[in-house]
């Protein structure tokens, strides 16, 4: 029984590797399959798949190739799901390690300003920011980051809640060593399994959210993603369906392979499993 | 005679905000330098509250209120943390009791260890491992080349305490307060353990801070024991004396609460209980604090705290000199 759900996890996260390297793969080489301008009209409207050995993925409305939107729209929505991700996991260390390690009212202050964040509901925290500042890929990173730094501060500061207890730290505060040398060199590598976990749940959640903005218009109009290319669809669903399909698809893809390599991650990384094994 | 290492004059630590909860109330203890004093006492008398009120990490809520401590001639700051960080660990070290959690699970044992002497020194990294591995001699690990590349959970509780030890004595400090460093051992462990420190005393001459209720270890490694109940010293003797004719009748009834092989006189009890429980900070008696569990207990006990005289503090303590 263990073997099999062992063999079942290992092969789920070869999947989510492959899943997600195709998906890089298609970001890195967008402008050498398709050298030309995603935008561009390149055949006649409403090409279904397979109807031209041109367009093989079909054309939408305006004759717009959905191969290259595919491969432009991966770009943005990696670029956009790493990056906030990561702006989202620096904040949410060093808020939630602050307020776990000194507690205190340091805790106090952070978490209710964490608290703040996290009782707006995070989509119209995100669309109020980017309806504010105005739509561009930059103000999308840092919108998302802001709804979604609050969930990693939490979490690390339960961690540093425990680890600060620990014996091992006790000995570093008696051996003379300073707070952010403790925080950060001997503690945080021991937080750092669980944050690469979280993170890559964030890259998935953040691939999402951007998806949705375009698809209400808030992405940024100079670049092609595929939350645009499902709103620019949505005018079509009864006859041209695949139009919202196919990049539809190309989202749960990523989310799902994300996911799985973010399981595949916690299975490595977790301490506690891999003290079980010995 | 010269000036003791450490010595601390009337410590008194409370809980802050409230002066009736005086969880040490004047304790008074002096080290020599390559002396070995022992701190024994049940939990809860304050003896690990002392050792932190020495290295300045008293926890959250608890305020000294009073005391000097005095340390290789100088006031202790032990309220300013950043010249404490200088004390701790360089002059000072500390050995806790947990060997299992005393490591830092993601780093290698060299790592570790090395770390404390980057921490002090400004030294190569090449350097600094070349004295870990003087250092896990000095402790006697087997192949210190390999285990400095080992990571804690591969090393027995023994051998992690081995490693803290070298932690603490990385800078060579003049002090060392081992808190209970052998409790989570066993007896055969805990004895290597010891003479591990017994050996390190002699070569480095560093004067050691023993904080124990084991009464067998005060007996192989003490020089002079101070015997701690409810936040103050209540006798004080050599090592030998001590065993020899305690005064106090809680030191006489750790001592009868000891397993003590061949000892026994016939009729005796193998052991005796001291009855009941230290009393929590908010019952405590008036009087002498030991009262309620004293057998000896009289009148003039419930009036006032005995003072510490001749090294004892008790109205109905037995003088030393009619001891036989």
């Known amino acids: ?278 | 005679m010269s000036a003791p290492l450490l010595s601390i004059a009337d410590l008194k630590v409370r809980i802050r905000g409230n002066p009736q909860a005086r969880l040490l109330r004047g304790v008074s203890l002096s080290i020599d330098r390559g002396e070995t004093l022992a701190v024994v006492g049940e939990s809860g008398c304050g003896k690990s509250l002392t050792s932190l009120a020495v290295m300045g990490l008293l926890p959250d809520g608890l305020e000294k209120s009073g005391g000097v401590i005095r340390f290789d001639g100088a006031d202790l700051p032990v309220t300013d943390n950043e010249a404490m960080r200088k004390v701790r660990g360089r002059r000072i070290g500390m050995v806790f009791q947990e060997p299992m959690a005393a490591l830092n699970p993601v780093f290698s044992i060299g790592d570790q260890v090395a770390e404390v002497i980057h921490e002090h020194e400004a030294v190569s990294h090449a350097a600094a491992m070349a004295r870990v591995v003087d250092l896990l001699t000095q402790v006697q690990l087997p192949e210190p080349a390999r285990i400095i590349h080992e990571y804690p959970h591969r090393l027995s509780g023994g051998q992690r305490q081995r490693v803290v030890i070298a932690m603490a004595l990385a800078c060579r400090p003049d002090l060392l307060i081992a808190d209970e460093p052998t409790t989570a051992l066993d007896v055969t462990v805990q004895a290597q353990i010891m003479r591990l420190l017994h050996d390190l005393q002699d070569d480095m001459g560093i004067a050691i801070l023993l904080i124990t209720h084991n009464l067998g270890l005060v007996a192989q490694m003490a020089d002079r024991v101070a015997v701690m109940y409810a936040g103050r010293k209540v006798e004080e003797a050599t090592t030998r004396m001590l065993f020899a004719a305690p005064q106090h009748p809680y030191t006489r009834g750790l001592l009868a609460a000891t397993p003590r092989p061949g000892r026994r006189r016939p009729g005796e009890p193998p052991l005796t209980e001291i009855p009941g429980v230290v009393p929590a900070i908010t019952e405590m008696p008036s009087g002498c604090r030991f009262r309620p569990r004293c057998m000896l207990a009289s009148d003039i006990c419930a009036l006032e705290d005995p003072p510490f005289v001749d090294g004892v503090a008790c109205h109905r303590a037995v003088s030393r000199e009619l001891v036989p």
């Open chain 1, 1 to 278: 029984m263990r073997s099999i759900s062992f063999i079942l996890r290992h092969w789920t996260t070869a999947l989510g590797i492959l899943l997600l390297a195709a998906v890089i793969l298609m970001a890195l080489t967008a402008h050498l399959v398709f050298p030309g301008d995603p935008y561009d009209m390149v055949g006649a409207p409403l090409t279904w798949p397979g109807e031209s050995a041109d367009t093989l993925l079909g054309t939408d409305s305006l004759g717009r190739d959905m191969a290259a939107g595919l491969f432009y729209g991966a770009r943005v929505s990696l670029l956009v799901g790493f990056a906030s991700a990561l702006v989202a996991a620096i904040v949410g260390v060093l808020v939630g390690a602050f307020a776990g390690y000194y507690g205190g009212w340091t805790d106090d202050v952070l978490m209710r300003i964490t608290e703040l964040f996290q009782t707006t509901p995070q989509f119209m925290l995100a669309l109020a920011v980017v309806a504010v500042l105005g739509p561009s890929v930059t103000v999308i990173i840092l919108s998302l980051s802001a709804v979604s730094w609050p969930a990693v501060a939490r979490l690390v500061r339960g961690e540093f809640m425990v680890m600060r207890e620990r014996a091992f730290v006790h000995g570093c505060v008696v051996a003379g060593m300073s707070d952010l040398r403790i925080i950060f060199a001997q503690i945080l590598p021991n937080v750092l399994p669980v944050i690469i976990v979280m993170s890559t749940i964030l890259v998935a959640t953040a691939i999402l959210m951007e998806s949705a903005l375009s698809f209400l218009g808030f992405g940024d109009p100079n670049v092609l993603t595929w939350g645009t290319m499902i709103g620019m669809g949505r005018g079509q669903l009864r006859d041209a369906w695949y139009i919202i399909a196919i990049p539809g698809v190309a989202l749960l893809l990523t989310a799902l392979a994300l996911n799985l390599v973010g399981e595949g991650l916690n299975d490595a990384l977790n301490p506690r499993l891999k003290q079980r094994k010995g």
